[in-house]
């Protein structure tokens, strides 16, 4: 995955594990398992400390199973989905609308998201 964009041209996978926006500047980290497929990636893109995202691949099979994101950077998610039975496709999901760190929302669906 080291030295590769993403398709927009807006976020730049270095060698050293970095995650880089398109002026350069480290918004993130990311780790691979030995075959090279990406483990998990996380972002700080407002900068102010706390992870914003993080995805992980938990089964190291080339798909995301779970997806984290803090929108009010209170450094509890305020949205997680994942995929419970593998087959690449979100079909649980958690929302925290008072930001207590708490889920109030959630919503299974075998089908997926």
Do not use: C, K, W
């Not at 998610?77 to 039975?85: I, K, Q």
Request: aromatic residues 8%.
């Amino acid at each position: 995955m080291s030295g590769t964009t993403d398709t927009a041209g807006e976020t730049y996978f270095s060698a050293d594990g970095g995650v880089y926006d398109a002026n350069g500047t480290m918004i993130g980290t990311y780790e691979t398992d030995a075959a090279g497929n990406v483990d998990f990636v996380t972002t700080d893109t407002d900068g102010d400390g706390r992870l914003d995202t993080s995805v992980a691949d938990t089964d190291h099979n080339g798909t995301f199973e779970t997806g984290i994101v803090d929108t009010d950077a209170d450094g509890y998610y305020d949205t997680m989905v994942l995929d419970t039975d593998g087959d690449g496709d979100f079909d649980t999901a958690a929302v925290d609308t008072d930001g207590d760190g708490q889920a109030d929302t959630t919503a299974h669906d075998p089908n997926g998201f």
